[in-house]
C-alpha cells in the first residue's frame, strides 16, 4: 500500500533556481494522478509505502523477496509441517505459503548405512549397472531408502569417498 506525501517538483526549474510549493500531501483532484491542492503530478509526490506489521512479527510485504525468513527446522524429518503451521496462523495469504516453505527434504543416514552403502558402492566400482538392480534393491530395502536415494548418495560421494578407497 502507498501513500504520497510532500510536493517534490522544482518549479523555478525553468529559470534556474529550486522551489517547491510545500503542498503537505497529495490530494487527488477529479484526476487521479493530479494533486487538487497544487495541480501537479501525483509522480512529483514523495512516495511512502506504508507496510503493516502482522502481530506475530511476519512481514508479508518482506517474505516474497527473502527466503531466509523461512524458521529453522526444530523437529525430526523436516520441520516443514510445524514451520508451516506457524506461519499460516500469522499468514492471512495462506496461498503463497505452500510455494515460499517448501522445504527440501533431507535424508539422514546411520553410520551403519553409510558403512553399508560404501561397501557396495565399492563392490559396484561406484557405477550402477542394470545387472546389478537386485543387489541394489536388496540394500535399499534392508536400510529402508529408495533406489534413486542411493543413487543420488552415490553420485555425491564418488568423488570423495571413491577417490579415498581407489587409490
Not at 496462523?89 to 517448501?102: R, Y
Not at 543387489?135 to 531408502?145: A, K, R, T
Amino acid at each position: 500500500m502507498s501513500k504520497y506525501k510532500e510536493c517534490l517538483k522544482n518549479h523555478a526549474a525553468g529559470i534556474g533556481g529550486h522551489a517547491v510549493d510545500g503542498c503537505g500531501e497529495f490530494m487527488p483532484s477529479g484526476d487521479i494522478f493530479k494533486c487538487a491542492v497544487c495541480n501537479c503530478h501525483r509522480n512529483f509526490h514523495r512516495k511512502d509505502t506504508v507496510h503493516h506489521h502482522h502481530p506475530c512479527g511476519y512481514f508479508p510485504h518482506i517474505m516474497p523477496r527473502r527466503r531466509s525468513l523461512v524458521l529453522p527446522s526444530t523437529s525430526r524429518g523436516g520441520g516443514f509441517r510445524e514451520d508451516q503451521e506457524l506461519l499460516e496462523m500469522c499468514n492471512p495469504n495462506k496461498n503463497i505459503i505452500g510455494t515460499l516453505l517448501k522445504k527440501r527434504f533431507r535424508t539422514k543416514f546411520s553410520q551403519e548405512h553409510k558403512d553399508k552403502m560404501l561397501r557396495l558402492a565399492e563392490k559396484l566400482g561406484w557405477k550402477l549397472q542394470r545387472h546389478d538392480e537386485g543387489v541394489v534393491q536388496q540394500l535399499c530395502n534392508e536400510i529402508g531408502i529408495k533406489r534413486h536415494v542411493f543413487k543420488v548418495w552415490l553420485h555425491n560421494n564418488k568423488h570423495t569417498l571413491g577417490k579415498k578407497t581407489n587409490p
